[in-house]
């Protein structure tokens, strides 16, 4: 069975850091892009950063000089290094893998900057 195993949420102080990780398992071959993907109450889900196979990068502006997205392409696994953590960052973070033509999703981990 497909599927993207997110970790690394949790409660953090504004300032703080995080570390997310996301493994893809079982029949996903051929990934090219992965990315994270945020939800915050009442609020859209939004593009966080994204990550080709070859390593070209894109973020947010929001969070530009903050997130650090990196991938290992022989473990499947996306990872996004969060820095100088801000209250509005607090959402659901889902994962997103690209194998063309399906898109895989995790099943989101909760992210929560408060003091």
């Known amino acids: 069975q497909e599927q993207l195993v997110e970790s690394g949420g949790g409660l953090v102080q504004p300032g703080g850091s995080l570390r997310l990780s996301c493994a893809a398992s079982g029949s996903i071959f051929t990934i090219s892009t992965m990315a994270w993907y945020r939800q915050a109450p009442g609020k859209q889900r939004e593009l966080v950063a994204a990550?080709?196979?070859?390593?070209?990068?894109n973020y947010a502006d929001s969070v530009k000089g903050r997130f650090t997205i990196s991938r290992d392409n022989a473990k499947n696994t996306v990872y996004l290094q969060m820095n100088s953590l801000k209250p509005e960052d607090t959402a659901v973070y889902y994962c997103?893998?690209?194998?063309?033509?399906?898109?895989?999703w995790g099943q989101g981990t909760q992210v929560t900057v408060s003091s």
């Open positions: 997103n893998a690209i194998s063309t033509p399906l898109s895989y």
């Open positions: 990550i080709t196979k070859g390593g070209y990068t």
